[in-house]
């Protein structure tokens, strides 16, 4: 999948002449494509693509982690301090790239779906096809709905000379548009994939997705069903050590990815992980390259609330908080390994005294300007293990100590070097959940959907109020759409 990827990055980068003899696979037109299964192959391919642009999976970490307890901005920028002190506001850039590339992905699905659908092929094949890209809608409303609550819900191709101005549509009606295209990916698509294929969805990503998206909805009874389903499966496992799921040699496409976005490097801008160059320290000559700018840090201590700060979280023997911080003294022997490794400096090197370790690889083969061969995951088992284990803790009122739920919660918190314990509530579940996942894009959804975002915030001198739980509709999108209204408050 990698390779193919590349390959459909290639196509932008060629000479000019080449380049205007070929039109973008993200720009579908009758007369070029959908005339063999090989054109659908190419048009799927090209709505992976879109995860690897930088607005897309590259930069999510503005949204989804920056506003959080985990994060804080590093600087000033203009961009996402905003966001990070929620002064942001409906001209904000990050906010409508967001939108635009999600909706991007939708458009190229949605044409997908309807050339498949006239073409002459078996409802088996047609299925299969409609399912990996009704997968990729699904996601990217999902992102959607969480971020900006109701969102057009737009369902086909666009068509010069139709109305092609969406009110928005209902946070329900969204979800419940995301959970059919959800179950429609989960009965088509293939249990696994092998050789170019792999990375590509499967039923199991569609499983997992759907377990996340019902447990947002609060149908826990949903939830556990598709979690179990993933977990009965017999396809994944968690890595034996965690820090293996960040190491250049073992991270990418390993035994716990349900799903992640596909890098490949050092090829044309675009096909490599950016992810490195906004989380190295500044000034730490890590990458040696241009970049290492320390955009995002974990968050330093407010002055009357010590003991809430991401690596203040990490407690006793946790394994995980050397494979995601950077902490006084901690030497990595992988970062730069012909140059004897790194060693984080006592002082440390950005306003909290920490950095990000996850996602930070050094300099070295492949990797080059904003740009590593390294996978985003998107979806871990471990996830899943811990959705089954919230759901059925859920279903029981809040609290348990049912076998089947701390058997899955169990297993993420051992491989971790911790304890096993023998009863779960919402505040161990939601702070396993932060150590696990912290700086992977899911801190700001978790503290959303615990119903205690604010609360959470205030302890970090952060000061949101209640509409800034949704973010502002961008000003663009209601400029070109007459039909759209803002959320409350902005």
Known sequence: MKQILLLVALLFSAGCSDFLKKEPLDQLTEASFFQTEADVQRAIIGCYSVMQDIEYSGKDWMITEIPSDNSQAGGLDPDFTPIDNFTVTPDNLPIGNYWAVRYRQITLSNSIIEKTEVMDLTQAQKNVFQAEVRFLRAIAYFDLVRVYGGVPLITKAPVYGDDLLYPRSKVNEVYAMIVADLEFAAEHLPLRRSGSEVGRATQGAANGYLAKVSLTNRDFLKARDAAKRVIDSGVYDLMP???????????????????????????????????????????????????????????????????????DAYKGADKRKYH???????????????????????????????????????????????????????????????????????????????????????????????????????????????????????????????????????????????????????????????????????
């Not at 859920?394 to 348990?400: A, Q, Y």
């Not at 700086?439 to 959907?449: K, L, Y």
């Not at 400029?479 to 408050?489: A, F």
């Open 241 to 311: 050590e965690y820090g293996d799921l960040f190491e250049l040699a073992t991270c990418d496409n390993n035994i716990e990815s349900l799903f992640e976005v596909q890098f490949a490097g050092c090829g044309p801008f675009g096909t490599g992980n950016p992810r490195q160059a906004f989380f190295a320290p500044w000034g730490s000559g890590i990458t040696k390259d241009r970049d290492g700018w320390g955009s995002q840090i974990p968050t330093a201590p407010a002055t009357n609330n010590p003991g809430t700060t991401i690596v």
């Open 324 to 490: 995601t911080v950077m902490t006084a003294g901690q030497s990595y022997p992988t970062i730069n390994a012909n140059d004897g490794g790194f060693v984080y400096p006592a002082a440390g090197l950005s306003a909290a005294a920490v950095n990000i370790k996850k996602f930070v690889v050094g300099a070295g083969a492949n990797i080059c300007f904003m740009s590593t061969p390294q996978n985003f995951p998107l979806m871990r088992y471990a996830d899943v293990l811990l959705t089954y284990a919230e759901a059925i803790m859920e279903i029981e009122g809040g609290v348990s100590s049912n076998a089947a739920a701390l058997a899955a919660f169990n297993r993420v918190r051992t491989r971790a070097g911790m304890e096993a314990l023998t009863t779960i509530d919402k505040e161990i579940m939601l702070n396993e959940r932060r150590l696990e996942f912290a700086f992977e894009g899911h801190r700001w959804f978790d503290i959303i959907r615990s119903g205690k975002a604010i609360e959470i915030l205030l302890l970090h001198g952060k000061n949101p109020q209640n509409h800034h739980l949704l973010f502002p509709i961008p000003v663009g999108e209601i400029q070109i759409n007459s039909k759209l209204e803002q959320n409350p408050g902005y």
